[in-house]
């Protein structure tokens, strides 16, 4: 994809392929003879831009027009607003302006040190966001009186009118796609721009890539333990507060979820939303209420059960002397069905017949909770309606449900109804990623888990700790030494690329400075530790994948942002081709993340340059 602009300085994009393979800087002499000379006769041309499209996403990423000049909604959250800040970022703000820096050209890049989880992989969330942040960013009013009022008198009264008409319309951002992949070092943004604005964009964007970020990684965790199960989250109610619930649920569905219990997540992003009911819901009824007779139609629609409750008794006492039979089998498990438990389950049917899943641990999951469950499903069955399942919320899951199952098979084969022995047995009860190991190692009958707490806390990890550092200012490269290797700055503008190898499974991440010529597929270079000298390999890449994307360009959204659905999709696709000993739980195999021989070198000279000379007497 090729943009150009004429004379008028309007933009025409125009399209060219080329093979996968081809590397972008290679054919770029071709494209300005090929596609740009046929029109200079009629038209100034000249090229300002080519991008490729990714081996690794899920879809091509087309450069857009910038005429279009598309327009981002703000986000939901009335929050995420330029006041969302540090105090320290205004302040500092104030004194760019006071000295004439405010409109220094900047660089800074947001990355991470240390991957989440004691495992070797992040999944980059948050990038949407970063970028309906960016596009809707303007003090208002009453911001800047509140801002008056909080800082000191010496501020310079016209900082205040700087911040009326300060936008992000001279900003630039490169970015990893969202749902990709990433791992220490490798800046997730390149945020570019005058100095005062890119510094206060800094903690929003902290705010909103660390928590996303880290819980969509906490879901492909999850997803990991759990490769063919159905994962339901039930976090709500244990979020740190609503926006906490609302994020999460929104990054663990992207992560490898499959629905959620939210139900305003359903509505705002289109997740799948699932739920059955609590024990509440059980215990509110008894035995002997004055309960309306329970009516429902068959699913043909031809007539109706005009006494539902009478047909779920009529089964209950087929069902009680056919458990006799099943001792054999089970031979521990007594038929003593609670019979409150029974009404609620059947009232909950007549309401749901079509999804009718019922909480069977009430008062007892083998002796009552499963023989009223299999009552109600035989009355349903009856009248052309096929249950949904169970749900176990306490006890020994990896038992209960192997039980279970084998109680449902043995009543579908004496009833001769098949489909009743493949039911869904759904588990939760503070399920986190080592107890879906455990039940992998135990073995069970479990179909779908809900997971809540430890999923949408990351109580794990609570934090991912991102960071933000300038690292080129008027083009000068910036550097922040450290006594610790790690939290040594990279300095200057910088590209970054995925190696892949013969399988097309990423090898490495190699890191090099801006201009510097990108790494070609089958040509061999140098990769380096950026700290440590004696830390080096020769590597002769398949396939190079550039990593930054141009997403934000001054005011103008540059390429389109993917649904959700296309999101998860990039997820699974990089979790399908990253090796697994990277995502083992166990010991995972360090991701490499490299430099190049020149970017290293200029490290080197930078941080002599910087650091200083210790002296012995």
């Known amino acids: 994809f090729a943009s150009a602009k004429n004379q008028s300085q309007r933009t025409t994009t125009i399209f060219a392929s080329a093979p996968p393979e081809s590397n972008a800087a290679a054919i770029l002499p071709h494209l300005n003879f090929l596609l740009l000379r046929p029109f200079q006769p009629f038209f100034d041309f000249h090229l300002i831009s080519i991008c490729e499209t990714s081996a690794m996403a899920s879809e091509p990423v087309a450069k857009m027009a910038k005429s279009q000049k598309p327009q981002l909604e703000p986000l939901a959250n009335q929050l995420v607003q330029p006041l969302l800040t540090d105090k320290y970022q205004i302040s500092m703000a104030a004194s760019y302006f006071q000295h004439g820096k405010h409109n220094d050209a900047s660089c800074f890049d947001l990355f991470f040190r240390k991957p989440p989880f004691g495992g070797e992989f992040a999944v980059f969330g948050g990038l949407e966001d970063c970028l309906r942040f960016i596009a809707n960013f303007k003090f208002t009013e009453e911001d800047i009186e509140f801002l008056r009022q909080d800082l000191a008198d010496t501020v310079p ?116 939303v699932a739920g059955t009911h609590a024990h509440s819901f059980v215990t509110a009824f008894h035995a002997g209420d004055n309960i309306p007779k329970m009516v429902i139609p068959y699913k043909n629609g031809e007539k109706e059960c005009s006494d539902f409750f009478a047909l779920v008794k009529s089964w209950q006492e087929k069902l009680g002397a056919a458990w006799s039979t099943f001792h054999e089998e089970v031979p521990s498990v007594a038929f003593q069905p609670d019979e409150s438990e029974l009404v609620s389950f059947a009232a909950f049917a007549t309401t749901f017949p079509t999804s009718f899943l019922a909480l069977i ?149 190699i890191i090099t400075r801006e201009g510097e010529e990108a790494p070609q597929a089958g040509k061999p270079f140098l990769c380096r530790h950026p700290y440590h000298a004696q830390r080096r390999a020769r590597v002769t890449p398949t396939s190079v994948v550039p990593l930054h994307q141009l997403f934000w360009d001054e005011g103008v959204l540059v390429q389109p942002l993917p649904s959700m659905d ?45 650091a200083p000379i210790g002296e012995l007497s």
């Open 157 to 272: 009264s016209g900082f205040f009118d700087y911040l009326r008409d300060l936008d992000c319309s001279e900003v630039t951002v490169h970015a990893v796609p969202e749902g990709t992949l990433v791992f220490p070092k490798v800046p997730l943004l390149r945020v570019e721009g005058p100095l005062g604005v890119v510094q206060l964009l800094e903690t929003t964007l902290l705010t909103l890539v660390n928590f996303a970020t880290l819980v969509t990684t906490n879901a492909a965790r999850f997803r990991l333990a759990a490769p063919t199960a159905k994962l339901i989250e039930f976090g709500l109610r244990r979020a740190q507060g609503p926006d906490g619930g609302i994020t999460a649920s929104r990054f663990c569905y992207m992560g490898g979820f499959d629905a959620t219990s939210n139900v305003l997540a359903g509505k705002l992003f289109g997740i799948p």
């Open 361 to 509: 641990d009430t008062y007892a999951v083998l002796q009552s909770g499963t023989p009223n469950f299999l009552t109600v499903a035989l009355a349903l069955n009856e009248l052309g309606y096929q249950p949904v399942g169970v749900r176990l919320d306490s006890g020994d899951l990896a038992y209960q449900s192997k039980v279970c199952r084998q109680l449902f098979e043995l009543t579908a084969k004496y009833f001769n109804v098949p489909s009743l022995g493949k039911v869904n047995i759904v588990a939760s009860n503070d399920i986190n990623e080592n107890t879906l190991q455990s039940l992998a190692q135990q073995g069970h009958s479990i179909d779908t888990f809900g997971v809540g707490t430890h999923l949408v806390t990351c109580q794990a990890q609570p934090a991912l700790g991102a960071v933000y550092k300038l690292v080129e200012l008027d083009g000068k490269p910036c550097m922040k030494l450290s006594a610790d290797p790690k939290k040594v700055i990279m300095p200057g503008r910088k590209q970054v690329w995925r190696i892949l190898g013969a399988d097309d499974s990423p090898l490495l991440d």
């Open 566 to 610: 296309k999101l998860k999709a990039r997820v699974q696709h990089e979790m399908a081709t990253i090796r697994h000993d990277h995502t083992r739980t166990l010991n995972p195999t360090p991701y490499k993340v490299s430099v190049s021989s020149p970017l290293y070198d200029f490290i080197q000279e930078m941080w002599l340059a910087r």
